[in-house]
């Protein structure tokens, strides 16, 4: 084979350092403007729940029900009304809490010539948009307590797993609910992990039923969903069939069927809703616990919405700090319910 001639190699290809060093090479670069990033984002809790208008760091709305149902409710013909039956509605309240990312930018970073984008600052807000979103997910879908704060303590959220307390299903030992008291969300207890089972989430589903409630979406961690579709699809009353008929449909191709979305129980559907930061701890979303929420019963509360802050100066940099102050809203936990201290073994029919 010849090799006389002048190739690729000839102009400074060097396989070695290819990957540290282009010193040497004479042929331009290939480097694309797309930049593939497949970091998740997407906040399932933030998407399904309402968003509110905060007034102050503490705030406040009042929850209310009818009372018990009175079966010997029957008067005398002309009996005197004697019996006030009227009642107070509660006021429940939950802090806000301040979460923010931010950015250094150096002025030679903005000015040269960047591939896939023009401003480094722009892309860089773009992502800590996102970053932000994920962190605020994580908090308000957490059982965190709520905390007021002060001068050198920051205020913290009472986040979902906090508030459900009235159809809230424990584990033995010391397993407790958390839930509004006297100004404060308190967190849950850990009780014994055992197995999630179909049993428990029927029963929530009839508990928040019977409070007037009803839940439409079952929130989980991604391990809890796959576990609870792989449940479905073998247990012995089956719900669902691994493949899609198509007899009939002439050339038409079978579909293979691998997931359950929604779940029919006798007091409503559930779409079961797998959430990448449910719980988040920075690791790894929560497994040991879901929560069945009637999300037009939530909500996020504002009290200063996204906004990004200029700040000084020190150097040849520009420094921005993207910032929010929010906080959780039940407007009535007991409309949900939640099932906690669960293992990471199969779901079983209970």
């Known amino acids: 084979m010849a090799t006389a001639n002048f190739d690729r190699y000839d102009l400074g290809w060097d396989q070695a350092n290819l990957d540290t060093t282009r010193l040497g090479d004479n042929a331009r670069e290939d480097l694309s403007n797309m930049i593939y990033n497949i970091a998740p984002y997407l906040t399932p809790y933030m998407t399904k729940a309402g968003q509110g208008r905060a007034r102050n760091t503490y705030s406040e709305w009042q929850t209310d029900d009818l009372g018990t149902v009175d079966p010997d409710n029957a008067i005398v013909d002309g009996a005197d009304a004697l019996t006030d039956t009227s009642s107070k509605s509660a006021r ?38 996102k970053k932000l979103k994920r962190d605020m997910e994580a908090i308000m879908t957490s059982s965190q307590a709520s905390v007021g704060g002060d001068s050198s303590t920051a205020s913290a959220t009472g986040g979902v797993g906090a508030w459900i307390s009235t159809n809230c299903d424990v584990g033995d030992g010391l397993g407790a609910a958390g839930g509004w008291a006297a100004g404060i969300v308190e967190a849950p207890t850990a009780g014994t992990e055992r ?25 989980m961690s991604p391990q809890k969903k796959q576990s609870l579709s792989e449940y479905l699809f073998t247990a012995s009353a089956r719900v669902a069939t691994l ?5 009939g449909e002439g050339e038409s191709q079978a579909t293979a069927q691998g997931a359950i979305d929604l779940f029919v129980t006798d007091f409503g559907a559930l779409r079961l809703e797998p959430d990448r930061f449910w719980g988040h701890n920075g690791t790894a979303p929560d497994d040991t616990y879901i929560a069945g929420l009637q999300t037009n019963m939530w909500a996020t509360l504002f009290l200063r919405s996204f906004r990004t802050n200029r700040l000084a100066k020190t150097g040849d940099a ?5 910032i929010v102050d929010y906080g959780v809203r039940a407007n009535n936990e007991a409309s949900s319910f939640q099932i906690r201290d669960l293992s990471n073994a199969a779901v079983t029919a209970g």
């Open 92 to 129: 429940v309240g939950n802090q806000m809490q301040i979460s923010d990312k931010v950015l250094r930018i150096s002025g030679r970073a903005e000015a040269v010539d960047k591939a896939g984008r023009r401003s480094e600052m722009g892309y860089q807000l773009a992502k800590a948009g």
């Open 195 to 219: 197995d999630l089972t179909e049993a428990q989430i029927r029963a929530g589903m009839q508990a928040a039923y019977l409070e007037g409630g009803e839940p439409d979406c079952l929130m």
């Open 243 to 247: 493949y899609k008929d198509t007899q």
């Open 318 to 322: 520009e420094n921005r700090q993207l």
